[in-house]
T-cell receptor
Framework: QKEVEQNSGPLSVPEGAIASLNCTYS??????FFWYRQYSGKSPELIMF????GDKEDGRFTAQLNKASQYVSLLIRDSQPSDSATYLC??????????FGRGTSLIVHP | GAGVSQSPRYKVAKRGQDVALRCDPI?????LFWYQQALGQGPEFLTY????????KSGLPSDRFFAERPEGSVSTLKIQRTQQEDSAVYLC???????????????FGSGTRLTVV
């Protein structure tokens, strides 16, 4: 079992809707979590990180962390077609080596 | 440089050939990571350097894989006697330091797409 699990999708949402991406992790020692966006054929780019329980907002993006339930989520408000990409969740424990999930493909259709 | 630079961008190798992939991290970045990303999968950790020291190589899939960073800046990932299962995108990432990874993540290069035929 991978330490970080994501549904591969695809998740399809209409333009303007809220996209909800979820991630669970098994290592209770994980302290920080990252969301990367990866367009097809491109390298991952960091969009959010979170290390405290609760919500963290940055523009249209909100990351949510629940350490008791061991899940992390990313909400994208007012989804745009340009948000269509694969979203990678990564967890970081004491080793300072992030472990990535397989990614969730998001499709925002007009 | 302004970002993490990787070369070549694409590499086609015949099975059994040796290849060398280069990563030039952001200037001053202490931590350097190599990841392997197969099609439709997330990046899988290969190895980690702090300056010139290779602190973790637990992700290297076999002894055909070798990485070095002799002067603490540019790193090379070498794959000997390539096999078809080595076909993947090889990503390099760098970070200012270990603590900054926890706070800020790290920056990926554009990757090298290796195809073994």
């Amino acid at each position: 079992q991978k330490e970080v699990e994501q549904n591969s999708g695809p998740l399809s949402v209409p333009e303007g809707a809220i996209a909800s991406l979820n991630c669970t992790y098994s290592d209770r020692g994980s302290q920080s979590f990252f969301w990367y966006r990866q367009y097809s054929g491109k390298s991952p780019e960091l969009i959010m990180f979170i290390y405290s329980n609760g919500d963290k907002e940055d523009g249209r993006f909100t990351a949510q962390l629940n350490k008791a339930s061991q899940y992390v989520s990313l909400l994208i408000r007012d989804s745009q077609p340009s948000d269509s990409a694969t979203y990678l969740c990564a967890g970081l424990g004491g080793s300072y080596i992030p472990t990535f999930g397989r990614g969730t493909s998001l499709i925002v259709h007009p | 440089g302004a970002g993490v630079s990787q070369s070549p961008r694409y590499k086609v190798a015949k099975r059994g050939q040796d290849v060398a992939l280069r990563c030039d991290p952001i200037s001053g970045h202490v931590s350097l990571f190599w990841y392997q990303q197969a099609l439709g999968q997330g990046p899988e950790f290969l190895t980690y350097f702090q300056n010139e020291a290779q602190l973790d190589k637990s992700g290297l899939p076999s002894d055909r894989f070798f990485a070095e960073r002799p002067e603490g800046s540019v790193s090379t990932l070498k794959i000997q006697r390539t096999q078809q299962e080595d076909s993947a995108v090889y990503l390099c990432a760098s970070s200012l330091g270990t603590a900054s990874v926890a706070n800020y993540g790290y920056t990926f290069g554009s990757g090298t797409r290796l195809t073994v035929v």
